[in-house]
């Protein structure tokens, strides 16, 4: 198939630093490119990728100090996705709505992934008056707040299983905290948790504008106050194997109902089992016991770090091996475009259209 994937530009693909879209994408992106399909990125143009590249800016908006508004940058790149749609059998967006009125007359050949929260009544008039849009949810938790809308699954994230090894003996004692410094996420809870515990705690994470005060006020100073709580910054991908493989466990301390969590199944991948609230996509992610342990309240998880830090390391690997790889992910995306109205062509290339095999491989 001929398929045009639609990035934010907020970040590159894949991201230098935090961006669980654009990692997204960029998995599925060259999974497909693996798999003989004829994919083309549209993205900023300090992306990485085996497909065709469509620069909309010259680098990512986020790391880029003389942008103040990443909208003007966004429509621009949906003119470029609207003057060359004739050419896809698929188009794959990942820019959450901005795209809908654009693409009414060929929504039929488009896939939207919605990867941010929907329990906001003010984004609800808006997917009423597009229902026909095909929309794929991150988890099953994630679409239950909407309104009746075309959902055409739920396909939950996969990574490349070689990116983050795994690691059966850390190096560490430490917990992790990896992400975002915002109250939803609940860096305080994470210190509360790991003062409680007598645990050191590494924090690696970014600040946004809009939670600076947070930091200010709430995080910082419980983290000048606690010897045993670091905070390490915002990381890039590739120090994520050695921050999450050699902690002792991954605190995941949501406030609010969270789509997937990324950081949750990046944990896994090195073996690290993840200690997580119960809120949003977690039941679904998690295998409690298994994986990592779910809790409710600060007091159970407390009480419940031994058993997260007596998990099997190697089970926790075989879950993200059984569930939450690029291949799988890949083929759930797949069979949603196979499903679409308007599909043009194949699922899958045919033996002349897959790519010729060089060297030993073809010996």
């Known amino acids: 198939m001929k398929i045009a994937q639609i990035a934010p530009l907020a970040e590159r693909v894949p991201p230098k630093l935090y961006g669980g879209t654009e990692r997204i994408v960029h998995c599925l992106t060259e999974e497909l490119v693996k798999l003989g399909h004829d994919v083309t990125l549209f993205a900023s143009g300090d992306s990485l ?26 429509v621009a790149m949906l003119e470029e996705v609207r003057r060359r749609a004739h050419q896809f059998d698929i188009l794959h967006f990942h820019i959450e709505f901005l795209h809908f009125p654009l693409i009414k007359d060929f929504a039929g050949k488009t896939v939207t992934t919605l990867h941010t929260r929907l329990d906001l009544s003010d984004v609800h008039p808006f997917y009423l008056a597009f229902p ?39 190096s560490g004692a430490y917990l992790a905290f990896l992400g975002r410094i915002s109250p939803e996420k609940g860096p305080d809870r994470a ?32 983290i000048r106050r606690h010897s045993n709580v670091e905070y390490v910054g915002e990381i890039g991908e590739s120090q994520k194997a050695d921050f999450l493989g050699n902690a002792a466990a991954l605190l995941f301390p949501i406030n609010w109902p969270e789509p997937f969590g990324l950081v949750m199944i990046e944990s896994m991948a090195c073996g690290t089992p993840v200690l997580a609230f119960r809120y949003g996509s977690a039941p679904e992610v998690i295998d409690d016991g298994v994986s990592g342990i779910l809790v409710d309240t600060v007091e ?31 083929r759930d995306y797949i069979d949603i475009y196979r499903s679409l109205p308007s599909i043009r062509a194949p699922a899958d290339p045919t033996p002349e259209e897959e790519p010729k095999k ?6």
């Open 358 to 363: 060089v060297g030993l491989e073809a010996a």
């Open 49 to 74: 990728t085996s497909a065709e590249l469509v620069p909309c800016c010259d680098v990512a908006l986020r790391l880029n100090p003389k942008v103040r508004d990443f909208l003007p940058h966004h």
């Open 300 to 330: 159970q998880a407390v009480k419940r770090l031994d058993r997260v830090l007596g998990l099997n390391r190697r089970k926790v690997r075989e879950s993200f091996e059984k569930r939450f790889t690029t291949d799988r992910m890949t």
């Open 191 to 222: 210190i509360e948790i790991a003062v409680r515990a007598g645990m050191p705690l590494k924090i690696a994470a970014k600040v946004d504008a809009q939670d600076r005060d947070y930091w200010d006020s709430v995080v910082e100073p419980l």
């Open 132 to 170: 026909d849009v095909p929309l794929v949810s991150i988890s099953e938790h994630q679409r239950t707040p909407m309104p009746p809308v075309n959902w055409r699954g739920t396909v939950l994230h996969g990574l490349d299983p070689t990116v983050l090894p795994f690691k059966e003996r850390p």
